[in-house]
């Protein structure tokens, strides 16, 4: 899939919520983690990389063709990388072109 994408950061206070009430509602949206449950992802987010999830090539508008994704990071852990520039990943995703 070659298209762009608009991008979106979801920060939240509590990742383990989040996927919960997600997978919920839009199980669609995740890989195959999806069948591993919110526990899974959430610890895969909150331990590995830059500690954000992000759930690529969502269709917004079948119409207009529009697609995006949405990554989902702690506020804690943005907080870290925006002033501690711990993994610089969110940081510099922020920086305007």
Known sequence: MNQNQIDLILV????FKFHESNL???ANHYSFLRYFGAPTIT?????????????PYIKFNDELNLLYKYGV???????????DWETLYVAGRLQVR
């Not at 610890?43 to 759930?55: D, S, V, W």
């Open 73 to 83: 990071i702690s506020r804690k852990h943005l907080i870290r990388d925006l002033l």
């Open 12 to 15: 939240v206070n509590n990742s």
């Open 24 to 26: 919920k509602q839009n």
């Open 43 to 55: 610890r895969l987010q909150e331990t590995k990389g830059a500690r954000i999830y992000f759930n």
